[in-house]
């Protein structure tokens, strides 16, 4: 009787130690390129905080994931949409557009809260007056603004019909904006206190301070076009709603971005689009 209750003991080691593996399953975030992890930081943990949510609820092919793990290699986002449709990495976290939309599955939920939609200008201080009564976009178009070669800001104005000098080096930008060929420059709120102190070598560079120029855009995540893609995307959203609901998903995004919100406060909103 003793060895066949070590024996049925040794059995439900087996099956608990198996059950844990299938409940639990690695998900695979793309590591940056420059394999800067503090870059997607935000990213990575909101995505780990989503998946930690226990979901009664959740059914599909993947089992429960609860662990997050960086890719093995580094890459540029381009190279993460490859290697996931490929199957080597479950999510990545994008901007919005409807060919992500029709190449993936898109995770419905905006974790920046619109955060990257939304720029301030760095100007001259002698352009600060034509500025002051700004309320609409249209309102913008004498100005000429300087760009990076690179940057999605660059098709946007373009396409809008806004003046535009581009670059290809960054401190081109502030050179350009100090000797007068450019007006402003679109700056993100978040980059805003990474990018202001290049400002104090030029003379005359200030924030232009009422206004945030929303370039309406959102970042989420996407997975696989699987059905195994499929079922992660519904377990990251619905544990990014529970953590909607519960209020930490505000405590995490004021946790790393309270300074850039601090900064849009009590500033009025100009959108931008292609059609303005």
Known sequence: MRIVGEFKRWVCCIATWACASACTAQVVFPLPADKDR??????????????SVDHKQASGPLPLASTVVWSEHGMNLDRA???????????????????????????????????QSKRVLLTRK????????????????PLRFGVLVGWRDKQLLQDAGYSVEATNAFDG???????????????????????????????????????????????RFYTALTTEGAALARQV????????RSGEFDKIHLHYFGQPERLLQGRR???LTPHN
């Open 237 to 244: 959203q619905a544990g990014l709603q529970s953590l909607q």
């Open 126 to 141: 002698d352009v600060l007056p034509k500025l002051a009564g700004v309320r609409d976009a249209i309102e913008l178009k």
């Open 38 to 51: 503090a870059r997607f930081d935000f990213e990575f943990t909101v995505l780990q905080q989503a998946l």
């Open 81 to 115: 949409l490859l290697e996931l449709a490929a199957g080597r990495i479950s999510i990545v976290p994008r901007f919005a557009t409807p060919t992500l939309a029709q190449s993936f599955t898109e995770v419905d939920f905006a974790i920046d809260k619109g955060l």
């Open 269 to 271: 909103r100009v959108t």
């Open 173 to 219: 930008l502030f050179q350009m904006l100090a000797k007068g060929r450019t007006d402003a420059i679109l700056v993100g709120a978040l980059h805003h206190a990474q990018i202001t102190p290049l400002m104090s070598k030029y003379k005359g560079l200030v924030t232009e301070p009422s206004l945030f120029i929303e370039v309406p855009t959102e970042q």
